[in-house]
């Protein structure tokens, strides 16, 4: 493939993925009716009644519910948790579906449970690089770069 199709691929490419970015833009409302937290903290009042998804993290519990912190764009929002059937824990993450009430309290129709505790998300991130490194390890175990060539070859010949 000679230097100038290369290029033209690289362009579409990058075309097409600058297109990706509009389309994610332009269809974001479509894709999470729910509002977000930010949105949450600007204007309670008229979300309130209405059936929300929202992700945070647990900060107390109680037998009758528990307090999470939602965060979006630099707002945070408390929220007290009513009902619900997983057994969460201070400093975990959860996900909440359920309707809000006035108050900053929502009634939990659903609640999942994302991170049992704190260390989990370390977990997940060094599993994660571990993975990474294992397939980088047996990759370059196989193939090499040809610097003259630019170009992967076999470590076998």
């Known amino acids: 493939m000679k230097l100038w199709q290369r290029a033209l691929v690289a362009v579409v490419l990058l075309s097409v993925l600058g297109g990706l970015f509009v389309h994610a833009d332009v269809t974001s409302e479509a894709r999470s009716p729910y509002p977000a937290p930010h949105e949450l903290a600007a204007d309670y009042d008229s979300y309130v009644g209405e059936t929300i998804l929202i992700f945070g993290d647990v900060t107390g519990t109680d037998g009758g519910g528990f307090d999470i ?32 009430r006035s108050n900053r309290k929502m009634s939990a129709q659903n609640v999942v449970v994302v991170n049992r505790s704190g260390g989990s998300e370390w977990y997940k991130y060094v599993v ?28 076998d010949g």
């Open 69 to 100: 912190e939602a965060e979006s764009e630099g707002v945070t929002i408390d929220l007290r948790i009513e009902g619900g059937s997983a057994a969460v824990e201070s400093g975990g993450v959860v996900q909440v579906y359920g309707e809000l």
């Open 128 to 155: 994660s690089a571990l993975g990474a490194l294992g397939f980088l390890v047996a990759f370059l175990w196989e193939w090499h770069i040809d610097t003259e060539t630019w170009t992967l070859e076999g470590r």
